[in-house]
C-alpha cells in the first residue's frame, strides 16, 4: 500500500472520510503542499473545513457513495465505522482504503527525523513545546499536533527540513503504524478500555511502539510514571529518563515556585545545574510536559539556550487550560481533559488561578470510558466548588445503556457533594449566571463540544 503514495505533484488523488478532523485535516493540509489532489467528506462544516476548501480540497458535507468517483486511496479515521458508506463503494471499485495512522506513517517515513510523542495524557502540550524549542532552534520542523497552536498558526506547519513532529496517538494501536527516530513515553494509564483488555495490554502496546524506533534512535521516558517506569525494566536499548519526584532520573528538578499559577524551576541533568526555566502555562503538570520536552531536545543537540527560550515562549494551546475571556469579574476557561487523571490536573492548576470558587462544567467523553473509570471519575472532582455534569459526548460510540450521567453525578456526590446534573446547555449558562459571582472561575471540560458552553456564557447580554 505505502508504495501508491507519492509525493509527485499531481500524481494522485486522496479522498479523506471524516476531513475536518483536527489529525485528518493537518495530514490533508501536509499532501496538498505536495501537490496531492485530496476530496474529503464530514458530517459537520466548520472553520477547518472551510480552511481546506480556500487551499483547494473539494470537501462534501455528507457520508455518501457517490462522493467515490476516481480517487487513487481513500484513507478514514478510527472514528469511522467500517460500514461507511464511502469506505464500503471504495471497496467496491477497487479502490485502496488506507487508516489515518498509516497514512502518517506513510509521511513520516519520508522524513529522516521523526518525532513522536505519546502517552494517555500531555500528548499534544509536550508536541507543541518541542514544536516551540525546535522552531526557536531554526530547525524549521513540520509539525502535526492534535490541538490549535497559535505558534504555528493552527495544527498543522509545513517545514522545509527533514525534522517531522507528530503525536502517537494508542487508541486501537495506531501508533504502531509508524516508526520515529524519537520517542516520548509521558505516561501509561487505563484508557481506551472498549479496545484494550487491560493495563497490561495498554503497556505492551507502548513496548511494541518503542520496538518500532529506528535504529539507533532514542527513547525518553518518564519516571514518575509506574507503568513507564515498568516498561523501561524490559528494554533493551538505552533510554533517556525524567520525572519530579524520581532522584534517580537523568533529567530532574527542584525549587519549584509559582506565580500566577505558572511555575518557575531549576532543572538539573545527571545531578548537576542545568538551568533555569519559567513556564508561561500554568500547573505542576506543564513542569512534569516541560522536562519531557527538555529531554527529548537536548537529546536532539539543540541548544540550551534554545530550549529555554522555546518554552518560556510557550502560552499553550486551545483548549488546554485556555482562557476563553472574563465577564462579570468571573473568569471562564476551557481545557480537553476527559480522564480522571487528567481531570484532577487540571482542576489541580485551575484551583491556584480561582480567587473565588471553582466551578466546573464537566462532558464525559464516551460511555465505554464513563463505564469502566466510573470510580475513579466519582473521586476526580474534589478540588471544585461545584461540579456541573452534562450529557455523555458519544463520540464514535452508540449508547449501550450501562451508564448516563446522573449515574456519575451520583458518583461524585458520594464522595463530595458538590456536583449537579443539567442537560441541556442553556441551562448551564443560566446555572452560570444564577450562580457564579466576581471572583469565580468557570471552567469547561471534556473532548467534546462543552466548550461552547463558556462561549454561549460570554457572549449572552442581558444577564446580571
Same mark, same amino acid.
Given at each position: 500500500?505505502?508504495? *501508491? ?151 498543522? *506547519? ?125 500547573? &505542576? ?33 486551545? *483548549? ?32 491556584? &488561578? ?18 469502566? &473509570? ?91
Amino acid at each position: 500500500m505505502k508504495n *501508491r503514495i507519492s509525493f509527485t505533484p499531481g500524481n494522485i488523488t486522496v479522498h479523506m472520510v471524516g476531513i475536518g478532523g483536527i489529525s485528518m485535516s493537518g495530514l490533508a493540509e501536509i499532501l496538498m503542499h505536495k501537490g496531492i489532489k485530496i476530496t474529503g467528506s464530514d458530517i459537520r462544516e466548520s472553520d477547518i473545513t472551510e480552511m481546506l476548501r480556500n487551499m483547494g480540497a473539494v470537501v462534501f458535507p455528507s457520508h455518501d457513495a457517490s462522493n467515490i468517483t476516481n480517487q487513487d486511496l481513500v484513507v478514514y479515521s478510527a472514528a469511522i465505522p467500517q460500514d461507511n458508506p464511502e469506505l464500503a463503494e471504495a471497496r467496491n471499485r477497487g479502490i485502496p482504503v488506507m487508516e489515518r495512522a498509516e497514512l502518517l506513517g506513510v509521511i513520516m517515513d519520508h522524513f529522516q527525523h521523526c518525532i513522536a510523542v505519546s502517552g494517555t495524557h500531555g500528548k499534544t502540550t509536550t508536541t507543541s513545546m518541542i514544536s516551540q524549542v525546535m522552531l526557536e532552534g531554526g530547525l524549521d520542523p513540520t509539525v502535526h499536533v492534535g490541538g490549535m497552536l497559535d505558534a504555528i498558526g493552527g495544527n498543522t *506547519r509545513i517545514g522545509s527540513s527533514s525534522w517531522f513532529i507528530a503525536e502517537a496517538c494508542e487508541y486501537k494501536d495506531s501508533f504502531l503504524k509508524i516508526r520515529p527516530t524519537l520517542a516520548v513515553v509521558l505516561n501509561i494509564e487505563a484508557d481506551h478500555l472498549d479496545y484494550f483488555r487491560d493495563i497490561d495490554h495498554i503497556r505492551s502496546s507502548f513496548q511494541s511502539f518503542l520496538s518500532n524506533v529506528r535504529e539507533p534512535g532514542i527513547i525518553v521516558l518518564n519516571y514518575d510514571d509506574p507503568q513507564t517506569r515498568l516498561l523501561s525494566k524490559s528494554l533493551t536499548r538505552p533510554f533517556v529518563s525524567y520525572g519530579l519526584n524520581s532522584p534517580d532520573a537523568d533529567w530532574t528538578c527542584e525549587d519549584i515556585s509559582f506565580e500566577d499559577g505558572c511555575a518557575g524551576f531549576t532543572v538539573f541533568h545527571k545531578k548537576s545545574s542545568w538551568g533555569r526555566v519559567k513556564l508561561q502555562v500554568p500547573g &505542576l503538570h506543564n513542569v512534569s510536559n516541560s522536562l519531557a520536552c527538555i529531554a527529548a531536545c537536548h537529546a536532539l543537540g539543540v541548544a540550551r539556550t534554545s530550549i529555554i527560550k522555546g518554552l518560556e515562549g510557550y502560552r499553550g494551546t486551545h *483548549r488546554r487550560l485556555e482562557d476563553k475571556g472574563m465577564k462579570n469579574g468571573i473568569r471562564v476557561m476551557d481545557d480537553y481533559a476527559h480522564h480522571p487523571t487528567e481531570i484532577q490536573a487540571t482542576l489541580r492548576a485551575a484551583r491556584a &488561578l480561582a480567587a473565588g470558587h471553582l466551578i466546573c462544567i464537566f462532558q464525559p467523553h464516551t460511555y465505554t470510558r464513563s463505564y469502566e &473509570l466510573l470510580d475513579d471519575f466519582s473521586r476526580a472532582f474534589a478540588l471544585a466548588d461545584t461540579v456541573v455534569v452534562t450529557d455523555i459526548y458519544a463520540a464514535r460510540e452508540k449508547d449501550n445503556g450501562l451508564i448516563n450521567s446522573r449515574t456519575i453525578t451520583e458518583g461524585i456526590n458520594r464522595n463530595t457533594g458538590n456536583a449537579v446534573y443539567i442537560s441541556d446547555f442553556g441551562d448551564i449558562v443560566r446555572f452560570i449566571e444564577e450562580n457564579a459571582q466576581t471572583g469565580d472561575l468557570v471552567i469547561t471540560m471534556g473532548a467534546g463540544d462543552i466548550h461552547m458552553v463558556g462561549e454561549m456564557y460570554l457572549s449572552r447580554t442581558g444577564s446580571p
